[in-house]
């Protein structure tokens, strides 16, 4: 067993913590105040290679394996948790395109989203859904040579910032479920689409809201594999997304602890540093060992997957774990640096607004216990 990371690794991970640190960091709070990201981070990140590296280069990916993707998003989320939402947008939609659309199709868009001038958000989530994923109404009719859409779609992460979907409709009867939803690249500038935003306690910079869909003629080739197949190919690929979303939660939690350790040590209290209290230091030694397992947990899932080895236990694990972690070690961190903490001058509070929001999206703990189970009996 292998614990270490390669010296690439090591080299990618250096360069992305700079990037993260220089240019991500400093400007976190603005984000959110601004509510978007900066479409020079998007294309700086795709200059160094970060989204979707693990593509196929003929695609404009680096052919890296699924580690160091996890690396990449890791230290990105370190210097703005927002911002690790690009590489995980490009990554769980680029897999998608790249299997599933034509080679043409998936040519002209990938080359986009990879260079950063291009941002895809995924679009399932519907009204009356929630986490009944599978009950979908928002109808694709056969017209010709033309899917013709309508409904809504809601709770989409960069609705509002896309210049393209990957959608799932319902192509057959409500009946059929799961087996009657189909997927289709859609570009959001395509008459009949319109979006509104969500005013959300967190991830403002990367912002939540509703797809509406009045009419939308979608040509039959912007279909990803074959039809009543959609549903299918996202749940695959959740499967990858969950671990990098557990990387991205648990990078935050991290950079709290190290900044948290640094304060005890700086600050002093009835004469001695604050690093001297153990009712201080013993709730953070936890936690710190409850992120380091928790991150070698994701790692795992994600070698998993570079090995063709089933992974949707763990990945599961990874999704319900690290967003409620990530939120705990945060709040500690808030509270051992006292009043100064509180305050929005420190990044605490952010944070834990923003990882909060994924131990809703993107599948809730309890749905991912129910995964965790089901896999567990049927083996």
């Known amino acids: 067993m292998n614990f270490a990371f390669t010296e690439q690794q090591d080299a990618i991970r250096e360069s992305v913590a700079k ?6 960091a400093p400007r976190y709070r603005q984000r959110e105040t601004d509510a978007l990201i900066e479409r020079e981070i998007a294309e700086a990140l795709g ?20 580690v160091t993707s996890g690396v990449i998003i890791e230290e990105i989320s370190r210097g703005d948790f927002n911002v690790g939402y690009l590489p995980l947008l490009a990554s769980l939609n ?15 868009w990938l080359s986009g989203i990879t260079t950063g001038k291009k941002i895809c958000c995924i679009a399932l989530t519907e009204p009356h859904g929630g986490s009944d994923a599978a009950n979908l109404k928002l109808k694709a009719t056969r017209e010709g040579d033309h899917f013709i859409l ?16 990957v959608v799932f409709a319902r192509t057959g009867t409500q009946e059929q479920r799961a087996s009657g939803i189909s997927a289709f690249l859609v570009p959001m500038d395509f008459d009949g689409i319109s979006t509104s935003r969500f005013e959300d306690s967190g991830q403002r910079a990367i912002g939540r809201g509703s797809i509406f869909f009045d009419n939308v003629s979608v040509p039959a080739d912007h279909m990803l594999g074959e039809e009543g197949q959609g549903f299918k190919q996202v749940m695959q690929g959740f499967d990858y997304s969950r671990a990098l979303i557990g990387l991205q939660c648990l990078a935050v939690a991290q950079q709290s602890l190290d900044e948290t350790w640094q304060w005890l040590t700086e600050r002093e209290a009835f004469g001695q540093p ?30 998993l997957k570079d090995n063709n080895l089933p992974h949707t236990t763990e990945a599961a694990m990874n999704k319900w774990w690290g967003p409620k972690l990530a939120f705990d070690v945060i709040k500690q961190c808030m509270l051992a640096h006292g009043h100064t903490g509180w305050g929005e001058d420190l990044p605490f509070s952010q ?5 909060l929001g994924l131990q809703i999206g993107d599948g809730t703990a309890q749905i991912m216990k129910n995964i965790i189970a089901r896999q567990l009996v049927s083996q």
């Open 150 to 165: 309508n409904g809504e779609k809601t709770s989409i992460s960069m609705a509002d910032q896309a210049d393209v979907a």
């Open 274 to 303: 604050l690093s001297a209290f153990q009712g201080l230091t013993h709730p953070l030694a936890e936690y710190q060992t409850y992120v380091q397992a928790a991150r070698l947990q994701c790692y795992y899932s994600l070698w």
């Open 47 to 66: 200059e160094m290679g970060c989204l979707g590296g693990e593509l196929p280069e003929e695609f404009g990916g680096s052919d890296l394996d699924c």
């Open 351 to 355: 944070r834990m607004r923003d990882v």
């Open 94 to 108: 680029g897999q998608i395109i790249a299997h599933h659309a034509r080679p043409e199709l998936a040519q002209e």
């Open 19 to 24: 990037l993260a640190a220089d240019m991500l």
